[in-house]
């Protein structure tokens, strides 16, 4: 095993009172009845954001078969999701490029694009974003258009069938320019962030926005930076630079609930970018700040997309700030604050825990937080990102927090200064395992590790090629228990070698 360090509690200044080392109870978020059962229908595995579950996947000490699909037209796709099973159990795998959406099928020792839908859009708009229904439409977006595309299959029970749009949702000019977050509500709405950092609920039955509601914040990032995870009681939590808002969607209406401040960049950080109503300037503030992330620079984001821990009336939402020396994972109770709660000194309320991350930084040759961490019960994964383009030595570290509701306080259970994980970890119960790809030296290697300890128990040398670069995608895993992630050119497909 390489290096790994169990960090003390004089290293984080205060341990939980959790069992370091024992591994999460199975349990997840009840079953959503708008979103297809194919075990990962929108980006990040649930509404909650959590990129976990009680997955078939490839086990410890196991060797992997690889495949390889180049891009389909308009680049990569970041962001893989699955629709359900067809009769004969092959599985389709949806993506979305800078010019329309992809079809690839799983199915055994296949792995092949079977159709490309084109959609109208700009160029540097990247409607990534995308989700499959219940019904088996699959859900994207034309930011041009401000439009909403329902798209399936051209027949019904189709493996080989191409894409074709079934219907579409215009959003009005006058409610305002759509961003690419956008999620779905327990009851049938597709919610979505707008330009003017207002949230729209749009009827999926009826085509029809019907609420809007102001975020009452004055910062862009907002709008574009981080997706927002929605529970099953309605409420969905927002961040941007400097707070996290919770809104409840309950009866057909928005109603904040509580808003806290927090500076998710860190002191020193207050945005040099002029606030502007102008469409135009908003695309450029926001390719602005895609060059610096991209880059590594201090002071960009407004954190990671939050996740969820707990029920909705005693859990807590997790986000990892962009705080120097050290990213923070950062805690905030999501339902009423507990009576007897004191605070933490110097922040709101509403903070539940802070914890300075051994391996999430970006001074040096580090990179701020970019890529959400995964979920599995009280337990949090935070992997180091090393940017669109690590070298042969990138700054690497994977590490556990888990989260006590008893102590009310984070405990670091395990950190792995060795291991490079590039892409957002994905964690599954049924192999004890969280996964992710990386570099070791030149070489790109596919890793698992283990839950309880961070041992390396799963790795897989891929080799040199850029086909396998992470540059910072999800890890989608399949019905058959293969693993899907995006490179620069292309979508990998690795799973476990009979």
């Not at 067809?86 to 079809?103: D, E, L, M, W």
């Not at 074709?164 to 999620?183: A, C, D, L, N, S």
Request: proline share 5%; hydrophobic share 35%; glycine share 10%.
């Amino acid at each position: 095993m390489r290096k790994l360090a169990l960090v003390s509690a004089s290293l984080i200044g205060v341990l939980s009172t959790v069992a370091l080392g024992s591994a999460p109870a199975q349990t997840g978020p009840s079953r959503h009845p708008y979103l297809a059962d194919s075990g990962w229908p929108i980006f990040h595995q649930s509404t909650q954001a959590q990129a976990s579950g009680d997955f078939e996947a490839p086990r410890q000490n196991s060797r992997l078969r690889t495949q390889f699909d180049r891009n389909a037209p308009g680049g990569t796709s970041p962001w893989t999701v699955l629709a359900e099973a067809y009769s004969n159990g092959s599985q389709a795998a949806i993506g979305s490029t800078r010019q329309g959406i992809v079809k690839r099928l799983i199915d055994g020792e296949s792995f092949d694009q079977v159709s490309f839908l084109p959609l109208p859009r700009q160029r540097l708009d990247f409607d990534w974003n995308l989700l499959v229904l219940q019904t088996g439409e699959i859900v994207s977006t034309s930011r041009r258009e401000n439009t909403f595309y329902l798209v399936g299959d051209t027949s019904t029970d189709c493996p080989s069938c191409e894409l074709e749009v079934k219907r579409t949702i215009v959003i009005p000019e006058e409610i305002g320019q759509m961003t690419i977050h956008f999620t779905l509500s327990y009851d049938g709405h597709l919610m979505v962030l707008l330009e003017n950092n207002r949230i729209a609920a749009v009827s999926l039955d009826t085509g029809e926005v019907v609420a809007v509601h102001d975020l009452a914040v004055s910062d862009e990032s907002v709008s574009f930076h981080n997706a927002f995870p929605m529970d099953e009681s309605g409420r969905l939590y927002i961040s941007s630079q400097t707070a996290i808002s919770a809104i409840d969607w309950r009866e057909g209406r928005f109603q904040t609930a509580w808003s806290a401040e927090y500076d998710f960049r860190g002191p020193g950080c207050q945005s040099d970018e002029p606030s502007s109503p102008r469409r135009f300037s908003r695309r450029r503030t926001r390719f602005r700040e895609a060059l610096r992330v991209a880059r590594g620079e201090r002071c960009t984001g407004s954190g990671t997309t939050p996740s969820l821990i707990g029920s909705p009336e005693t859990g807590v939402v997790v986000a990892v700030d962009g705080h120097a020396p050290q990213n923070r994972l950062v805690a905030f109770w999501r339902g009423a604050i507990p009576s007897d709660w004191q605070g933490l000194p110097g922040e709101e309320r509403r903070v539940a825990a802070v914890l300075a991350l051994p391996h999430s930084t970006p001074e040096g040759a580090g990179f701020t937080a970019e890529n959400s961490p995964a979920v599995l019960n009280n337990s949090v994964f935070v992997a180091q990102w090393a940017g669109l383009t690590p070298g042969c030595d990138p700054v690497s570290g994977v590490q556990r927090v888990d989260w006590d509701p008893n102590a009310r306080r984070f405990g670091l259970v395990w950190a792995n200064e060795a291991v490079h994980f590039n892409g957002i970890p994905t964690a599954s119960t049924r192999t004890n395992l969280v996964y992710g790809s990386g570099r070791v030296g030149c070489s790109y290697h596919y890793r698992g590790l283990d839950i309880e300890t961070g041992e390396v128990l799963l790795d897989q040398r891929l080799g040199r090629d850029a086909r396998y670069l992470d540059q910072g995608n999800q890890h989608t895993v399949a019905k058959d228990g293969s693993i899907l992630y995006s490179s620069r050119r292309g979508i990998v497909r690795l799973r476990q070698a009979q």
